[in-house]
């Protein structure tokens, strides 16, 4: 599983570093760039909506190994098209990519989520610390074909086949445990009153009262105000990934240099923060967990916001990293609590988590555009104590004892 995240955190890194290089070939405004941007989302979005029933039609590895496959081809096509200078089918083939990978996504973290049941152990922080290392990676690679002149096509192209049959060979030997029925079992064929089975009647019972509704997270309070909590740490990971490096080049004029150390630092204090997850869950809760996570995200940004300091703004961004580990893994740990609904209840978390990322630049760029980005980092700061209110919910369920699971 480690290997499973790793690469597909690779694939998606490796679009993002080349942005500039097709920036560049195209000619494109930021404005262009911003619709190709929003191509991506809109059909990451459309990916989470169906995820769910397309987990529990193929179950969460088939669903993996079509995703990247899927990617395989949708982004090597995006990439040439682009190159080709035929930017509305290069955006398309974005669109599709967003599907697969979103696709992709949601199984991964269902798999993850029953490889941790199986394990008895909180293990969703190190799978999640994996895709960190494998974006962060994917940055390096894509500096390094940027300094030989690799094109891009070239470039991603080989690369996505690579992903593709390392994800494949990591499904061949990963145990099949994260096949769920995620939907209710039927009742047995007879009752049994000690050792005689009574056999049903054959004839239609007429149901008493009306038939119950079928199960929808989106009518689970729980499973929303999980995704809320998802929602919100995604919201402060994303907007420094955004950001951070620009407000701070504005605001406390740091040179593009120390804007973009200071992003790594906050991203090395936040994959340190899920390597060491398993332990703090373990030694704490979710609850402790996601309570002392949020008070980092709050007083994180607040340094950031008022210390006009350069290193208050590199500590903030740290504290601000260590703050905001948690909140997507424990979420997704926390939505496949019940197994028989774990595919669509991580399904949901998901897109109410992505959400952040698909309307979180917008909101940050429009409030920093009359107020100044630095200033614009105060809606973080409410929901974050908005996920320190909701922490309780994402409680651990309580084990039953040697009576009751006889």
């Given at each position: 599983m480690l290997?499973?995240?790793?690469l597909?955190?690779?694939g ?10 097709v920036?560049?070939h195209?000619g494109a405004?930021t ?8 191509t ?5 979005l459309a990916?989470?909506i169906?995820s769910?029933?397309t987990?529990?039609?193929?179950g969460p ?10 990617q ?7 990439a ?6 035929l930017p509305v089918?290069?955006?398309?083939c974005?669109a599709v ?6 696709t992709?996504?949601v199984a991964?973290?269902v798999?993850?989520a029953?490889?941790?049941r199986?394990?008895?152990k909180?293990?969703?922080?190190l799978?999640h610390?994996?895709?960190s290392?494998g ?6 690679l894509g500096?390094?074909?940027?300094a030989?002149k690799?094109?891009?096509?070239v ?10 049959v390392?994800v494949l ?10 096949q769920?029925?995620?939907h209710?079992?039927?009742?047995p064929?007879?009752v049994?009153t000690?050792?005689?089975p009574i056999?049903?009647?054959a ?7 009306p038939?119950?509704r079928?199960y ?5 309070p729980r499973?929303l105000?999980?995704?809320?909590i998802?929602m ?8 420094a990934?955004?950001w951070l ?7 406390r ?9 200071t992003?790594?630092a906050?991203?090395?204090?936040m ?20 309570r ?9 940004v607040v340094?950031?916001?008022l ?17 905001c ?6 979420g997704?740990s926390a939505a496949a609590?019940n197994?028989?609904?774990a595919?669509?209840d991580?399904?949901?978390v998901s897109?109410i988590?992505?959400t ?17 980005l630095l200033?614009?980092?105060w809606?973080?700061?409410?929901f974050?104590?908005?996920?320190f209110i909701?922490?309780?919910?994402a409680r651990e369920?309580a084990?039953?004892?040697?009576a009751?699971?006889s």
């Amino acid at each position: 599983m480690l290997a499973v995240f790793a690469l597909l955190g690779t694939g998606f890194g490796s679009w993002l570093s080349r942005l500039p290089a097709v920036r560049d070939h195209l000619g494109a405004t930021t404005l262009e760039m911003s619709v190709f941007g929003l191509t991506l989302a809109l059909g990451s979005l459309a990916g989470l909506i169906f995820s769910g029933r397309t987990v529990t039609w193929l179950g969460p590895q088939r669903t993996l190994a079509v995703g990247v496959i899927g990617q395989a081809i949708a982004m090597p096509a995006a990439a040439a098209l682009f190159w080709a200078h035929l930017p509305v089918p290069a955006a398309a083939c974005l669109a599709v990519f967003g599907i697969t990978f979103a696709t992709s996504d949601v199984a991964m973290n269902v798999s993850g989520a029953a490889a941790e049941r199986a394990l008895d152990k909180p293990r969703m922080p190190l799978f999640h610390a994996a895709y960190s290392l494998g974006s962060v990676g994917s940055m390096g690679l894509g500096a390094v074909a940027e300094a030989l002149k690799i094109p891009v096509p070239v470039h991603l192209g080989a690369l996505f086949v690579l992903i593709a049959v390392g994800v494949l060979c990591a499904l061949r030997v990963i145990p099949n445990t994260a096949q769920s029925s995620d939907h209710e079992q039927l009742p047995p064929a007879s009752v049994h009153t000690g050792p005689i089975p009574i056999v049903a009647a054959a004839e239609p019972v007429m149901p008493v009262g009306p038939a119950p509704r079928a199960y929808s997270p989106w009518r689970d309070p729980r499973i929303l105000i999980i995704g809320v909590i998802a929602m919100s740490m995604s919201l402060a990971e994303g907007t420094a990934s955004d950001w951070l490096p620009l407000a701070l080049a504005d605001g406390r004029g740091f040179a593009n240099e120390a804007g973009a150390l200071t992003l790594g630092a906050f991203f090395v204090a936040m994959t340190l923060t899920r390597i060491a997850g398993s332990w703090l869950l373990t030694r704490f809760g979710r609850v402790a967990v996601l309570r002392g996570g949020a008070l980092l995200v709050v007083l994180g940004v607040v340094v950031v916001i008022l210390v006009p300091s350069t290193w208050a703004s590199v500590v903030g961004a740290v504290l601000w990293g260590v703050g905001c580990a948690f909140g997507f893994p424990v979420g997704i740990s926390a939505a496949a609590d019940n197994p028989k609904t774990a595919v669509r209840d991580v399904a949901a978390v998901s897109a109410i988590a992505y959400t952040a990322y698909l309307l979180g630049p917008m909101l940050i760029g429009f409030l920093g555009e009359h107020f100044g980005l630095l200033r614009a980092f105060w809606p973080i700061v409410v929901f974050a104590a908005i996920a320190f209110i909701c922490a309780g919910t994402a409680r651990e369920p309580a084990r039953k004892g040697p009576a009751e699971a006889s």
